[in-house]
């Protein structure tokens, strides 16, 4: 009560009028002064409340509390939409009385100049600044030859000609700004003819910037560097496409400021734009059906609804954001223009990568698997275009960010939230396929050939082995810790989940013993190195080549084409047959009077001629050499022989061993044992079968 009487005081206090005026206006005489009156006249009297009061009036009042704006409701929109199309049907009528009293009042502006005066001042400037540009290219003729002499072959001499490019085209823009923009604004124009060439001059600079920006990117005349991988004629069309479309926006954009300016309603002004928009559609739909299409053996045949049901659904969506612009929907018209040229954006922004961070001698972006810097790039690039677009349809659809990241309502929590997992989202899929891009680099270098025995070849072998299982695991890894940390930004308490999990896991462990003993059975065998891929081993009944393997079993595939899927948990015992070295035995039979001595000297012979053959001198570690006499058979003498060669490398060593000894043999009179069965009786063997046949065909003695 005190202040708010304090605070009345001060009004009337500041109300007060001066003293010139007080006494040219005397209180009429015998007019009683209440008591009240008195009271604050002397309460005001006090120099401690005049100083007060003297502060209060310095102290500026507090700002009024700013309004939240209330998201309108669909009724709202449908209704302001409505609303908006009835404003311009009212506003048509109008159209022609504003347009001619713009010109009119240009016109007088333009009394002394005349608009042929200023059309001329304006070519005139552009001349000046296409004739800069020509004497940039002049001056820049050696720097433009040795441009077009670069070599493009590895990444490093790209990027250095996409740099060199870039400034060079910067270059070409200042050159034309400085010829046209910077000789107008030398000297002193009247407002209005100076506003109004700087505008048209503006745009024309800007229509050159787009060229030059297209040129760099598409080079329709040097597709050595061109950026976003494309035929020559599409390239040279959508350059022109570019240019028209950008010039056409830039010239009606200043013309509607400028009809503005000229006092033209916002109306009409509307109209006006939405009618120049028609031009811009007009453009689209033309570059839509004419674009060059694909060759037929470059792209497979689709057939006529194939080859126009793109080109229609462009033109609908084309057609769509230019009425939902009409309407003023310009939440919708940004949300359709977001969804359709986002994917489009990313798709075309990860081909350029792809196609200037190719790998050296890879004509084809697609030919080889990107390279670690062309992912971090391309994903870095996705992840800015998705942020802008966020960006983007926040200010259309009018949320404030700053203050929902400080709001508290579930609404708030919610987009926050969800904010927060695209983030993450972001973050998780970057790191991710950097990873991998490093993983399938590794992968693609351990694919190079190389010796056995080398040691870097078993190095290779090794981390073919472990990189995939790498591979799983980081993105196993990454999808919970993103699962966690987007649950853990919705509000969620991710505390008790980890703990559930963790009761859970013991669970399926008790539940699942043999799948637990399998994971870690093949941890245990990929840490003590006993297998690797494209190894031959043996385990029990099952042998084969390892063709791959997942955390719980590894995959076998026999000689003869069966393929073995064994539990790491069953697999027991490996024989790797792939490791080292091999010795294989050798055994012949020779007869009894073979010469053992002369034997050995044809072997020793044959491993010096094995191991000068081309083809297995590199796999012949030690040669063939004669073991001696293994043991004294039944029929023959058995000879054991003995070479040391490469794992795999033995069989076909072997069959060409045996048929030189064959061959050494038989030139040296040495013959190979067999058994024989030898049948003798007492009396010439030929007198026996002869007297034999005779029975047969003598007849039996009659009976008597």
Known sequence: MVAAGLTLAALLWAAQPTPSHAQSNPPAAGEPTPAKVKELLDLLAEPAVRDWLVKQRATPAPPPAAETPSSPSLRERVAGVREHLATLAAAVPTVPDQLHRAASTLMLELDEQGLLWVLFLIACFVALGVGAERLYYYLGERVERWIIALSLDSVEQRLRAVVVRLAYGTGIVAAFALGSVGAFLVFKWPPLLGEIVVSYLVALLIVRLTLVASRFILAPGGERFRILPMTTPTAYFWHRRL????????????????????????????IVAYTLGLGLLAIG????????????????????????????????YFVLLWLLWVSSAMPLFWLAVVVVGLPLAMVATQHAVNHILRPPGAADAGAETPGLYAVSLGRGLRAALIVGAVLLLANAWHVDLAEMTAGDTLTTRLVRGALNIVVIALVADFAWHVLKAMIDRKLGETQAAGHVDDEDARRRARLRTLLPILRNVLFAVLVVMALLMALASVGIEIGPLIAGAGVVGVAIGFGAQ?????????????????????????????????????????????????????????????????????????????????????????????????????????????PLKMQGV??????????????????????????RALAMIKKAFEANGIKFASPTVTVAGGADPSAAAAQQALDLVRPPPAAT
């Open 630 to 655: 293994e043991q004294f058979g039944d029929f023959a003498i058995q000879i054991r022989m003995k070479i040391k060669t490469k794992p795999g490398e033995q069989f076909t060593i072997r069959r």
């Open 243 to 270: 240019g028209l479309l950008v010039g056409w926006l830039a010239v009606g954009w200043v013309t509607v400021d400028l009809l503005g300016r000229l006092g033209v309603t916002p109306d009409v002004l509307r």
């Open 285 to 316: 739909l033309e570059a839509v059906w004419r674009q060059p299409r694909p060759l037929p053996e470059a792209a497979p045949a689709r057939g006529r609804l194939g080859t126009t049901a793109i080109p229609t659904l462009l033109s609908v």
């Open 514 to 622: 043999t799948l637990v003993r399998d994971i870690f059975s093949g941890m245990f065998y990929l840490f003590d190195d006993a297998f690797r891929v494209g190894e031959y081993v043996q385990s029990g009944s099952y042998k084969g080549v390892v063709e791959s393997f997942s955390l719980r079993s590894i995959k076998l595939r026999h000689h003869r084409g069966p393929l073995y899927t064994v539990p790491f948990g069953v697999l027991g015992a490996i024989q790797n047959m792939s490791r080292d070295w091999v010795i294989d035995k050798l055994s012949v039979g020779v007869t009894y009077d073979t010469d053992v001595d002369k034997v050995k000297k044809l072997v020793k012979q044959i491993g010096k001629e094995l191991q000068a053959i081309p083809e297995f001198s590199p796999h012949i570690l030690e």
